[in-house]
T-cell receptor, first 112, second 112 residues
Framework: DTGVSQDPRHKITKRGQNVTFRCDPISEHNRLYWYRQTLGQGPEFLTYFQNEAQLEKSRLLSDRFSAERPKGSFSTLEIQRTEQGDSAMYLC??????????FGPGTRLLVL | KQEVTQIPAALSVPEGENLVLNCSFTDSAIYNLQWFRQDPGKGLTSLLLIQSSQREQTSGRLNASLDKSSGRSTLYIAASQPGDSATYLCAVRTTGANNLFFGTGTRLTVIP
């Protein structure tokens, strides 16, 4: 499968714990995006990488959130001290020279 | 800030019917517009991308149109099938931005 992959697909955690999600983009894509989607809503932008550089961050990305793309390939999104309001689907997308953003299957987070 | 609206929020049609989904956006300075499909609990599948200089794009039974001046796009689905049942999301990339602004989607049910 040469699409965008995300791991884990599901995560249940207790409030206050830290969680980390991983995204592997399509191999030749240099652009990577993170979005968050809550039930009944469209995805909302969190952050954008071009190669290893994080070029944009949304106001939604509070101090408890950090994202990295150390070698311009896979990316990680960490949430520290999780809150119940962090419960959502976290989606990763990538794009290359063609503008289309291709999305992964998402990581569904539930904070108890 | 770009705002994207999709009407109706939900739509049920009998199999075989042609249908139109609507998307409107507030800032006409767009770079491109993408239509996605999302099955329950899954990631997004890209259907069509229209560049700002284009008026429409076609893929199989799908046709998407773009009218930048009026801030509207439509997704036309011909000869609908039960397998078309999903949520359809419209997303706009504004000129100068890298992220997509999404609508809340139209949930389509095609009744056999």
């Amino acid at each position: 499968d040469t699409g965008v992959s995300q791991d884990p697909r599901h995560k249940i955690t207790k409030r206050g714990q830290n969680v980390t999600f991983r995204c592997d983009p399509i191999s030749e894509h240099n652009r990577l995006y993170w979005y968050r989607q809550t039930l009944g809503q469209g995805p909302e932008f969190l952050t954008y990488f071009q190669n290893e550089a994080q070029l944009e961050k949304s106001r939604l990305l509070s101090d408890r959130f950090s994202a990295e793309r150390p070698k311009g390939s896979f990316s990680t999104l960490e949430i520290q001290r999780t809150e119940q309001g962090d419960s959502a689907m976290y989606l990763c997308a990538s794009s290359g020279t063609v503008e289309t953003q291709y999305f992964g299957p998402g990581t569904r987070l539930l904070v108890l | 800030k770009q705002e994207v609206t999709q009407i109706p929020a939900a739509l049920s049609v009998p199999e075989g019917e042609n249908l139109v989904l609507n998307c409107s956006f507030t800032d006409s300075a767009i770079y491109n517009l993408q239509w996605f499909r999302q099955d329950p609990g899954k990631g997004l599948t890209s259907l069509l991308l229209i560049q700002s200089s284009q008026r429409e794009q076609t893929s199989g039974r799908l046709n998407a149109s773009l009218d930048k001046s009026s801030g509207r796009s439509t997704l036309y689905i011909a000869a609908s099938q039960p397998g078309d049942s999903a949520t359809y999301l419209c997303a706009v990339r504004t000129t100068g931005a890298n992220n997509l602004f999404f609508g809340t989607g139209t949930r389509l049910t095609v009744i056999p």
